[in-house]
């Protein structure tokens, strides 16, 4: 048996208003070089202007995935010719990366999990090439857009970590804003490198690279892909060539692109025209305050602190909007496990449904507090908690005030359930007997004193007072 | 010859209007273009930005390898032939929004590349004073324009001494002022750490005037120096009593001269003379010592840097985003033939230079080495910058060559003489280079190179001495018009 060995290198575009060195707008578009400017184009005599927010974004990464960060800000070239790299060098960082030696903790089937970060670096992002027929087209929208390329080691051993690690690092993405990650947009894509151990061996194997895989269920499958090619040339008795492969997602296979002898030399440098910048601790403290808790210490503190189970917790963080909603609920006082269940049960069931953000929800962490406030204090049941639900976030209506609209507050009174209990026991003595004979006669009692309240009753009360009234006949 | 002080005075007082001195210039241009080849482009329409700075209303020329949009820019290069920039050049802008007004594009060594002037597309460009003999290069045509008389200054590019060098070859001044100082946004980079923006006048003045305009920060330019609150030309007649020059012994000696040609011989005579008579106007100049390794090692660090910058800066030249399109089956066929064919042997070679100097392998022991060997020279130099307010030495060690002369300019001594204007590259110190005299009927000059962020005292001393040595706006009699 062999031991599969994963190392990542994920590239995720920076959020920001204009491009990583030149003014252009940093964002999306369907049409075709619309966000383009000279230094976009590489055109003679442009120069690289560093962009402060890009550089501030990446620094908060770093320090997100625990890395140590540089004394100054320095970029390096990668020279390299190809038609979507219209300058013939990429800007990128070799020499002072953004953050080095750092790691992430992941969590998989319930064990917490340390993926070392070997770095993180900033550079820039290339044009797009659209292959037709006998020609190819260029589109620079993407071109010099800011890019943060985060390297594992060689640290994971199973297809599950490496997917855990891809989703743990949007999800902290996603928190500090950095990036959107938007698979469906390209803006966070891998390259990945797999190697098949001896089992009861310590020594590395040989290591192939797939490249620019751009979604995570392609890495998934280019994983397994490559576990058995691998797996199946050892067995075989023969040796994996070091080399960059492609992953075909038609045929599920992947291909040669280049051996190891092949292999680009990148000729790096110091970019000359952007002078080295001190970074100030005061500038790290400052960003460090900018990084709001992660989704990982989120779990942890969910489950810890609220006794939440994991599998909610992780619905909850899974989005920082959500999880943020969470917490502000709580900070009102609400009890953490109500407030857990409205959400994953109710709350998120109604947004996926109807495609909605929690942006989106009239409902607020104050209204749910009073919603669920109003259901332990026994105003209303819970079934009519989900009616002022709908009703509040459809018709636009505070919970309180929808309940005195639908006038549905609960009946708690004792008399008043009593009397109407007597008045149903007496007009059905057959099937009191039943009851006693050990038929279930029970929940029809209760159906006809909610009948007669229109729902309105306590449930419990009005079980405990049935069971009474019975005892007593 | 008329400075741009004489011309402003004449427009101030209404003796002449701005589009007449365009008209004399356009017209010099064209008589002159056939037989010096100063221009890749003459400009013929008359275009005027009003302005109440020194220079407005008069002719200029710019090197071709600043962006100006909508006029062809080739940097003398057939893979830029027909190359329209899109953009303005921040040295070129900060000239037409002052009041300057062009009158032609010049050629250059190709892609700013040697120091000849006779390797752009264009064909070769002749020096004024003798027209068997270069101009020198990169900046030939905007040298050569000025010494012609056409236009009272230009603007070139200077990454060796690509300013000062054929400034002193014709017999004008060229200066280029610390590293930072003039934005080089626009400018089509050669090697970016030891590129300068410069210009080419007839008097020390003049060059102040026009580095007023040019320069400060440039949010465009992340190496462009902050603003400062003051103008050279104010600095200029400071008194200079006391100051202190050195000039190098190793370069300077004439007994390390014995078998060099009588013009080297001749030239150092008249450094030392010069010298004299600086002496007697009060400046304190002294003899030091450098070392001669350090010297040696100048031109070699020197071409080993510039290769491999070059290198990687004309990566952009492929001919797909722009320029002639190469043919081949596949994309890499594509570009291969493009720039087979944009560019001349002589590039070629420069680059695949650069590109093996940049190798995995080889960069410790040549690109490395190399920024090591010119950070000890800028801190050498540095060293003595604290005792001394500015170096000055002859510009070169002979006159401008011959175009079929390749005689004897190789022995090291020769080379050390010839390639000392690269220490300015090197530390980015301010550095002037002004008419000290004649040999052969051909002009010499001296160079004084200051320290780093001090260009207004270069420019004052290079002032004192200009007054004293009385070769300020020397043109050859013939187009003195």
Redesign the interface.
């Known amino acids: 048996m062999y031991k599969v060995v994963i190392g990542l290198e994920v590239h995720c575009e920076v959020k920001t208003n204009s491009k990583n060195f030149s003014s252009a707008k940093n964002a999306y578009s369907e049409y075709p070089n619309e966000y383009v400017d ?1 230094t976009d ?10 962009n402060r927010e890009a550089f501030r974004k990446s620094l908060m990464m770093s320090l997100a995935l625990h890395c140590k960060t540089p004394d100054i800000v320095m970029f390096d ?1 990668k ?1 390299y ?3 979507d790299l ?4 990429q800007i990128t960082q070799e020499t002072k990366p953004v953050g080095k030696d750092g790691y992430v903790m992941i969590n998989v089937d319930g064990v917490d999990k340390k993926v070392l970060i070997n770095n993180i670096h900033l550079e820039e992002d290339t044009a797009s090439l659209d292959h037709f027929g006998d020609y ?1 087209l ?1 589109d620079y929208n993407r071109a010099g857009v800011p890019l943060l390329e985060t390297v594992t080691e060689p640290c994971m051993y199973s297809v599950k970590e490496a997917l855990a690690f891809l989703e743990t690092l949007k999800g902290i993405f996603l928190y500090t804003d950095v990036s959107e990650a938007r698979v469906d947009r390209g803006q966070i894509r891998c390259d990945v490198n797999v190697s098949l151990m001896d089992e009861n061996s310590t020594e590395l194997g040989t290591k192939v690279e797939m490249k620019n895989i751009n979604s995570f269920n392609n890495v998934k499958l280019a994983i397994e892909t490559e576990i058995e090619r691998q797996t199946e040339i050892l067995n075989n008795g023969g040796k994996v060539l070091q080399e960059t492969r492609r992953f075909s997602e038609e045929d599920l296979k992947t291909y040669p692109m280049r051996s190891k002898v092949d292999a680009i ?1 990148y ?1 790096y ?1 110091i970019e ?4 080295p910048i001190k970074i100030e601790d005061s500038w790290i403290e400052e960003i460090k305050k900018d990084i709001p808790m992660l989704p990982f210490e989120r779990v942890e503190k969910y489950m810890n602190v609220y006794g939440l189970s994991r599998y909610d917790s992780d619905i909850i963080v899974k989005d920082k909007k959500v999880s943020d909603y969470f917490e502000e609920t709580i900070s009102l006082g609400t009890n953490p496990k109500s407030s857990a269940n409205w959400l994953t049960s109710i709350i998120l069931g109604y947004l996926n449904k109807n495609e909605l953000s929690i942006d989106d929800l009239y409902l607020t962490p104050q209204m749910l507090h009073e919603l669920i406030k109003m259901i332990d204090d026994g105003e209303i049941s819970s079934k009519q908690s989900k009616e002022v639900f709908i009703k509040c976030i459809e018709e636009k209506i505070n919970p309180k005030d929808v309940v005195k609209s639908l006038g549905i507050t609960q009946i708690t009174d004792d008399k008043t359930i009593r009397d109407i209990v007597v008045r149903v026991l007496d007009s059905h003595p057959d099937l009191i007997e039943d009851h006693r004979k050990g038929k279930n006669t029970f929940d029809f009692f209760v159906g006809q004193v909610m009948k007669e309240t229109r729902g309105k009753a306590n449930p419990s009360i009005t079980a405990s007072i049935i069971k009474d009234e019975i005892d007593k006949r | 010859m008329e400075t741009i002080m004489d011309l402003r005075k004449s427009l101030d007082d209404k003796k002449v209007t701005s589009e007449e001195l365009f008209k004399k210039s356009n017209t010099l241009a064209h008589k002159y273009q056939e037989e010096y080849n100063s221009f890749v482009t003459i400009i013929d329409d008359y275009k005027h930005v009003n302005s109440n700075s020194l220079i407005d209303g008069i002719p200029f020329a710019i090197k071709d ?3 100006t949009k909508g006029i062809l ?1 080739t ?1 003398s290069s057939n893979i ?1 032939k027909d ?1 329209v ?3 303005d ?1 921040t040295a070129y802008k900060k000239l037409i929004e002052s009041g300057g007004v062009l009158v032609g594009k010049t050629v250059l060594d190709e892609l700013a590349m040697g120091g000849t002037g006779t390797t752009g597309h264009t064909g070769i460009v002749k020096n004024p004073w003798d027209k068997s003999r270069q101009i020198g290069g990169s900046s030939a045509g905007s040298a050569s324009s000025v010494a012609l008389g056409i236009v009272p200054f230009s603007i070139g590019s200077d990454t060796g001494d690509s300013i000062r060098k054929p400034a002193s070859f014709g017999g004008i001044v060229g200066f280029k002022p610390t590293y930072g100082r003039i934005s ?6 050669f090697a ?2 030891l590129d300068h923006v410069g210009c080419f006048t007839r008097c020390v003045r003049d060059a102040a005037i026009v580095t007023d305009i040019l320069k400060g920060k440039d ?5 462009s120096l902050p603003d400062e609150n003051i103008n050279y030309v104010d600095l200029l007649d400071n008194d200079i009593k006391g100051k202190k020059l050195f000039y190098i012994k190793e370069l300077t000696d004439l007994n390390l001269y014995k078998d060099s040609g009588s013009e080297t011989i001749e030239v150092l005579n008249k450094f030392k003379e010069t010298i004299e008579k600086l002496k007697s106007i009060g400046f304190i100049i002294e003899e030091v010592s450098f070392d001669e390794k350090l010297l040696k090692a100048i031109y070699p660090a020197y071409m080993t840097i510039s290769c ?2 070059a ?2 800066n ?5 001919g ?3 320029g002639p399109r190469g043919e081949g089956d596949n ?2 066929d594509i ?1 291969f033939d493009a720039r087979t064919k944009g560019f001349s042997e002589l590039i070629k070679r420069r680059f695949i230079l650069g ?1 093996y100097i ?3 392998e080889n ?1 410790e022991r040549l ?1 490395k080495n190399a920024q090591r060997l010119r950070r000890i020279i800028v801190d050498k130099t540095n060293e003595l910058f604290k005792t001394y307010d500015a170096m000055i030495l002859p510009a070169g060690g002979g006159i401008a060559p011959k175009f079929d002369s390749e005689i004897d300019r190789m022995s090291p001594r020769y080379l050390m003489l010839e390639n000392h204007l690269v220490i300015a590259n090197f530390g980015g110190f301010p550095s002037i280079t002004i008419p000290s005299g004649f040999v052969n009927n051909m002009p010499i000059a001296i160079n004084i190179t200051g320290r780093q962020f001090e260009d207004g005292l270069v420019l004052n001393i290079a002032n004192k001495i200009e007054e004293q040595l009385g070769y300020k706006g020397i043109i050859k009699e013939e187009y003195d018009v």
Do not use: W
């Open positions: 000279t184009l590489g055109l003679p005599g442009i120069l690289p202007v560093a070239r020279n010719y190809y038609p219209p300058k013939g060098y190819s260029i030399d000729k440098y000359p025209n952007i002078p | 390898n600043f962006s820019t940097a830029l190359y920039p899109v953009y050049a080089r946004y626009g400018l089509f980079a970016s750490s949010e465009r330019d992340m190496t491999a910058e290198t990687s004309n990566s952009n030249l492929t797909i985003p722009f994309i890499n570009m590109s940049l190798q995995r960069q690109f």
